[in-house]
């Protein structure tokens, strides 16, 4: 169901989107000023609050260099919850953190969209509906989301992925909402991407079956980065990556932090089915739910 204050991308001033450009060219395209510097400001407001409230029980420290490390129990309830994942350099040789919890944080997910009414408001809102219906879905369907902060000195690099070899649809569907919160440049560690890559297909596929994580092909394609453009944006522009864009970011040695929201939507028809090998995988009584009335991801 679409929720939020109703406001359409052409009350923002957003004209039509140029699906050509998006689908036949780049594989990403960019829209400034895509969210209110109010709305900002409350998302902004809201991640120090839930940060805040965080009694770290369960320490888990997120990277994409060694997914399968990663991979345990807390990881795999994200799905279903607000959960935590620190730095991997938070920490000191005693496992003691090197600064302020609020410092150290590198993002909070994966149910956000359906669990925190301030996140819910964005991810379900009219404009971000009305783009993907420009885009050909007919019942998108948000199945994951993340609030990620990019600390200054210690923001962790993101290696060269596809957001389908982590989700996938069958047959595919997903797409990359990514929200820039601050501004991001290169000086913080802006997403960098290769244009045109999504053409080519998935080129790795993440598969989660009995507690264990595999890769095919096992190692990751090394890419030439030279190739890549960096996609800097000020707050409030938004980028949309198709699921088979590659592209990656720098750690942040900077002084300022680069938050950004993220939230994968994928198609919820019945001739889209959710593999059992995704990571992520909702409880029989919290269901992916639509942005529309209709049928769910099952």
């Known amino acids: 169901m679409v929720h939020g204050d109703g406001i359409t991308r052409s009350a923002l001033g957003i004209e039509s989107v140029p699906v050509s450009a998006y689908t036949a060219s780049a594989g990403y395209l960019v829209f400034e000023n895509f969210t209110p510097v109010a709305q900002l400001a409350e998302m902004r407001r809201q991640a120090v609050a839930l940060v805040a409230g965080f009694d770290p029980e369960s ?30 350099n938070a920490f000191d040789e005693d496992g003691q953190l090197r600064q302020p ?92 991407s290769l244009p045109g890559s999504h053409k080519a297909g998935v080129r790795r596929k993440m598969t989660v079956k009995d507690g264990k994580t595999t890769f095919d092909p096992p190692t990751p394609e090394e890419f030439d980065l030279e190739q890549f453009l960096p996609l800097e944006m000020k707050a409030g522009s938004m980028v949309i990556l198709h699921g088979n864009n590659i592209h990656f970011s720098k750690e942040n040695t900077s002084s300022k932090s680069r938050h950004a929201y993220s939230v994968h939507y994928v198609e919820g028809t019945e001739d889209h089915s959710w593999p059992e090998g995704n990571w992520l995988h909702r409880k029989s009584d919290f269901p992916f739910q639509p942005l529309t009335q209709g049928t769910t991801v099952a």
């Open 59 to 88: 320490i888990s420290v997120f990277s994409t260099k060694n997914q399968t490390k990663t991979s345990n129990d807390y990881f795999s309830e994200s799905a279903n919850n607000i959960s935590f994942f620190f730095e991997e």
């Open 101 to 192: 919890k609020a410092l150290s944080i590198n993002k909070m997910g994966h149910a956000m969209h359906d669990l925190d009414p301030v996140f819910t408001r964005w991810s379900r809102s009219a404009q971000v509906a009305e783009l993907l219906q420009d885009l050909g879905y007919k019942k998108p369907t948000p199945v994951q989301s993340m609030y990620i902060f990019k600390q200054p000195n210690i923001g962790g690099e993101v290696v060269p992925h596809q957001d389908s070899t982590f989700l996938y649809t069958d047959p595919l569907s997903v797409i990359g909402f990514w929200m820039a919160l601050e501004d991001s440049t290169k000086e913080n560690g802006c997403l960098w």
